[in-house]
C-alpha cells in the first residue's frame, strides 16, 4: 500500500509527527508514505490551519531523520499547497528548490471571489461561487507546480446539490486534468468521515459520486490517498476508494517516479 497525503502536527489540526506515521506505515505494510502537511506561506496567510514558515526547516528535519530511521519505508518528502500567483516562486525556488522536496500537491482549500479569498469548504453556496472555485482551481492545476490534485470535488461540501451548474464544473476540471495529465484524487478522509445532508439525501460530501461517474468519460487518472490526520488514519478509505475507482472503472495513477532518491 502506498499512500501520498499525510499531515503532521505542525499544521495545527493533526496529530503526530514524521517517525508515529512511519511507525505506523510500518505496522499497517505500506511501502511508500509521502508526507503532505499544509504547507507554510511566506506571509503566513491562513495561519491557523498550517505550519508556521518558522517551521519548515524542522518539518523537513522530521522527514530526513525518518527516512534514517525507516530504512526500509520509502519516505516521500512533500506539500499540500494552496496555489496563488504571489507564492509560485516560493514553491518553485524554496519548496522544490532549496528545500528539495519530492513533490508538491494541490488542495485548493480556498478560492478568488470578487477580490477576495473565501473558503473551498464553507462558502460555495451558490453557482457564480462554484464556477470561481473552479476558476481558481483550474489555474492552480496549470501552474505545473503539482503531481496531483488533492479532493478536486471539494465543493461538495458547501454545494449541496447535483445539478447542471456541478456537471459543468465537474466536466471543466477533468477537461483540464485529462489536458494536463494530472492526476486526481479520491480523498479518504472524506469518505470515511465527511457526510452531508442535503435535499437529495445524505451523501458524502466529497468524494462526491456523479464527479467520479463523469471522470470514467475522460482519458484522466486517479490516485486514491487516506489524506490522514493521524497516524491511526493512515489507511483510512483507501480499500473503499479503490474499490470505487474499480466500480467505475477508473484508471489508478502510477507516481513511482516520485521515488527518486
Ligand atoms: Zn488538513
Ligand atoms: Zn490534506
Redesign the pocket.
Known sequence: MKNYHT?TFR?K??EGDVTDYARSAMKKGFTVLGMTD?TPLPDNRWLP?RMDIADLPAYVRAIEEAQNEYPDLKILKGM?CEWAPEYHNFFAEVLLGKYGLDYLIL?C?FFSYRGRWLSSHMDIINSKRLAAYTETLIESMRSGLFSFVAHPDLFGLSYLDWDKNTAAASKEVLSAAEELKLPLEING?GLVSRKVQTSQGTRTAYPWLPFWELAADYDVTVIVNS?A?HPKSLDQGIERGREMARDLGLTLANLDHLERR
Open positions: 499531515h499544521c489540526h493533526a499544509h490551519i499540500e488542495g482549500h478522509y489524506d490526520h
